[in-house]
């Protein structure tokens, strides 16, 4: 399974970017679709994450400004950043959760972006 994320960059205070992940391979179903981050010098830290379902869970820091949505069809993530502050400045990495038609289960993890929040 590889998962290509994309979408970063820099952008101003209170600017909006839109991050999104597309995953690729032989897989039965995604369970969990989801966002983390990292800045520098701290831990990785959830931002927002979609199940199947529909079921969504956000950070405290981004509720009401992040936006999480999946297209189950084409195994695909978006995340859209609005009102972005100076400390949502990080490496943002998709996961995801997959299920094989063995019925195991593996977490992957995309190749990150950057995005930067700055005047």
């Known amino acids: 399974v590889q998962l290509q994320a994309s979408g970063g960059g820099l952008v101003q205070p209170g600017g909006s970017l839109r991050l999104s992940c597309a995953a690729s391979?032989?897989?039965?179903?995604?369970?969990?679709m989801g966002w983390y981050r990292q800045a520098p010098g701290k831990r990785r830290e959830l931002v927002a994450s979609?199940?199947?379902?529909?079921?969504?869970n956000y950070a405290d820091s981004v509720k009401g400004r992040f936006t999480i949505s999946r297209d189950n069809a084409k195994n695909t993530v978006l995340l859209q950043m609005n009102s972005l502050k100076p400390e949502d400045t990080a490496v943002y990495y998709c996961?995801?959760?997959?299920?094989?038609?063995?019925?195991?289960?593996?977490?992957?993890w995309g190749q990150g972006t950057l995005v930067t929040v700055s005047s």
């Open positions: 996961n995801a959760d997959v299920t094989y038609y063995s019925n195991s289960r593996k977490v992957y």
């Open positions: 979609d199940t199947s379902g529909g079921s969504t």
């Open positions: 391979g032989n897989i039965a179903s995604i369970n969990v």
